[in-house]
Every structure is written in C-alpha cells, then in structure tokens.
C-alpha cells in the first residue's frame, strides 16, 4: 500500500495562490493514478482534480479548470496542486489521493489510499 502525506495550504487572499503537495511512500509511486478532492463544510468531498499514472492526463472539475493545475514528479514521488486566483468559494480541507484501480477518476471511491488533508481558506 501507499502512504500519503499532504503539506502546504493555509490562508490566503481571494486572487492569491497556494501549492499544495502530497508526498507517496511505500509502493512504486508511478503506478497510482491520484487525485484532489475537497470537502467545504456541511458539503460532501467534492472532485477537484486528477492524473494519470505517467502524469500525460489530467482532468478538472468545471469550478477550477483555468486556475487550478495538478502534477506530479513520480521521481521524487510527489504530486502537486496548484491553486491560482483563488475565491472564497474554494475554501475547504483539501486531500489527495491514491488508486490503483480503472474506473471513472473523479469518482471518490475509486480511490483507496487517502492524504490527512490541509485547510485552504481564501478570504475576501
């Protein structure tokens, strides 16, 4: 199994940016597709992003394409969420996530192995 440990986040300016990151440990990295999900309160975990396992595809939710970017090092395994011109609609706990199943990636069970999460909370 894989080990996820997210960092990064925190509070922000309504227009500013944010990077959060999530660090793999244990199997090989590479062969997990991974995504982000958020969860804003009394709201359910919501599909923010996704990429493959060879970081060729990636796929976003239609309230962040244009300013949200996912990658991913699968050398330093590690991938990443880069939040820009953020609102304070994007305010949520924000977790990463790991698969090594096919299916519909944006679909939160797909997804076994999950990070701790990290507040991003976007003023205005």
């Known amino acids: 199994q894989v080990q996820l440990v997210q960092s990064g986040g925190g509070l922000v300016q309504a227009g500013g940016s944010l990077r959060l990151s999530c660090a793999a440990s244990?199997?090989?990295?590479?062969?997990?597709?991974m995504g982000w999900f958020r969860q804003a309160p009394g709201k359910e975990r919501e599909f923010v992003a996704t990429?493959?396992?060879?970081?060729?595809?990636?796929y976003y939710s239609d309230s962040v394409v244009g300013r949200f970017t996912i990658s991913r090092d699968n050398a330093g395994n590690t991938a990443f969420l880069q939040m820009n011109s953020l609102k304070p609609e994007d305010t949520a706990v924000y977790y990463c996530?790991?698969?090594?199943?096919?299916?519909?990636?944006?679909?939160?069970?797909?997804?076994?192995?999950w990070g701790q999460g990290t507040q991003v909370t976007v003023s205005s």
């Open positions: 244990g199997r090989t990295f590479s062969w997990y597709a």
């Open positions: 990429i493959s396992r060879s970081g060729s595809s990636t």
């Open positions: 996530a790991a698969t090594l199943r096919l299916g519909s990636r944006t679909d939160r069970n797909l997804y076994d192995y």
